[in-house]
């Protein structure tokens, strides 16, 4: 499984381009919306109209629906998944924030290890690979940006990273 993560990766070329975030989070949800419903789960997000980034159209797809599969994954039915953005400088830093299960600190060490790939069940017993998390750690490092966790078991997770980004006052 780890090769074929890895093999996935090299495939994909680093192609980037300014793009509307609002309106990538809002097509790179789409899929997720009937996950959510089935599991009474809110799906929220706050973007800014101004805000671009300038990222590679497919791997941001494949970092906001990683994120958000796992944050629907994680939280219990009725619960929510909220996707902010804000503008830092020459970055963009978007949170992932749910008000799931959440995890330990031992869990969250391991989360970007590629010794341990090992899943953990969602709460409705739904079963990943654990590779998700490694080629999203990868994808976002090839934008320059990082990742981080923060989480608390039973009080949900955030996970909040950054890529570049830019304001463009001039809304036509």
């Known amino acids: 499984m780890v090769e074929w993560a890895k093999q996935q990766q090299e495939k994909t070329r680093f192609n980037p381009k300014k793009i509307h975030l609002l309106k990538k989070v809002n097509n790179s949800l789409e899929l997720l ?8 789960i809110t799906l929220e ?3 800014p109209y101004d805000i671009y980034v300038h990222a ?9 629906q990683n994120l958000a599969a796992n944050a629907i994954q994680f939280t219990p039915q009725g619960g929510s998944v909220h996707i ?5 400088e020459t970055t963009v830093e ?3 924030k749910d008000s799931g299960i959440g995890m ?8 970007f290890s590629k010794v341990s790939s090992s899943s953990i ?14 080629l999203v750690r990868d994808f976002i490092a090839q934008h320059g940006g990082s990742i981080n966790v923060e989480s608390e078991t039973g009080k949900g997770t955030c996970f909040t990273f ?8 001039h809304q036509y």
């Open 33 to 40: 919306r009937v996950n959510a419903v089935q599991k009474e």
């Open 45 to 47: 997000y706050e973007i």
């Open 56 to 64: 590679d159209a497919t791997m941001l797809r494949s970092i906001l």
């Open 84 to 88: 902010t953005a804000q503008m830092l």
């Open 94 to 96: 978007i949170c992932v």
């Open 104 to 111: 330990t600190s031992e869990v969250k060490e391991r989360l």
């Open 121 to 134: 069940l969602g709460t409705n017993k739904e079963q990943g690979s654990g590779l998700g998390l490694l």
């Open 162 to 169: 950054t890529i570049p980004g830019e304001l463009n006052e």
